[in-house]
């Protein structure tokens, strides 16, 4: 079974609004991680958060982690137009670190200008 | 570099036919894994490895065959494709050592079976 779950599965915005996804999973992890997936291309990776930290940034980005609700959030913010994508959470598990990630079903957001 | 290079990118097959989905990386990453995606299931990992001659299941392994002979390569076998192998598939790759624990991606490969 797959280990993060999205939410919500779609998100339509306004260029200039904040765009926030979040991300549930289910075992004891190393850290999450977030991708990005234009539309029938590859995935790219955007950040990284480990388990010991709970807050993180990177240009327009911030990703949260509470890893007592099992829980992770994506902030973008003042999204544009070439943020529309699918965004996926990863998780690598615990006794696991790093060698395969198990990903969730995705959130995809649209940017309309 | 390259990075991560994935063949054919689309491929038609008809039921009971068998092909190997080639992936390769010249970043000297050692672990390198398989996923299909498929609508609204994200992605799913079928196989993956931690070295060369070290392979291990993902979560749908059933129907796929890998080896890792060569850092480089990590093909992976369709045995006998059937329709629910319908998909795309993405390869990718990390380094062992480092705190960064980013995967990079090939393009996918976009395989049908009828």
């Known amino acids: 079974s797959q280990q993060g779950e999205e939410d919500p599965q779609a998100l339509s915005i306004q260029e200039g609004e904040n765009a926030t996804m979040n991300c549930s999973y289910k075992?004891?992890?190393?850290?999450l991680q977030w991708y990005r997936q234009n539309s029938g291309r590859g995935l790219v990776h955007l950040i990284l958060?480990?388990?010991?930290?709970r807050e993180k940034h990177s240009g327009r980005l911030r990703v949260t982690l509470d890893t007592s609700k099992k829980s992770s959030s994506l902030l973008i913010t003042a999204s544009r137009a070439a943020d529309t994508a699918s965004y996926f959470c990863?998780?690598?598990?615990?006794?696991?670190?790093?060698?395969?990630?198990?990903f969730g079903k995705g959130t995809t957001l649209s940017v309309s200008s | 570099n390259a990075g991560v290079t994935q063949t054919p990118k689309f491929q038609v097959l008809k039921t009971g036919q068998s092909m190997t989905l080639q992936c390769a990386q010249d970043?000297?990453?050692?672990?390198m894994s398989w996923y299909r995606q498929d609508p609204g299931m994200g992605l799913r990992l079928i196989h993956y490895?931690?070295?060369?001659?070290?392979?291990d299941q993902g979560e749908v392994p059933n129907g796929y065959n890998v080896s890792r002979s060569t850092t480089e390569d990590f093909p992976l076998r369709l045995l006998s494709a059937a329709p629910s192998q319908t998909s795309v598939y993405f390869c990718?790759?990390?380094?062992?050592?480092?705190?960064?624990?980013?995967?990079?991606f090939g393009p996918g490969t976009r395989l049908t079976v009828t």
């Open positions: 990718a790759s990390r380094n062992r050592g480092g705190s960064s624990y980013e995967q990079y």
């Open positions: 075992t004891s992890i190393n850290n």
């Open positions: 958060i480990r388990s010991n930290e």
């Open positions: 990863a998780t690598a598990k615990l006794n696991q670190a790093g060698t395969a990630l198990i």
């Open positions: 970043m000297n990453h050692e672990y």
């Open positions: 490895s931690v070295g060369a001659g070290i392979t």
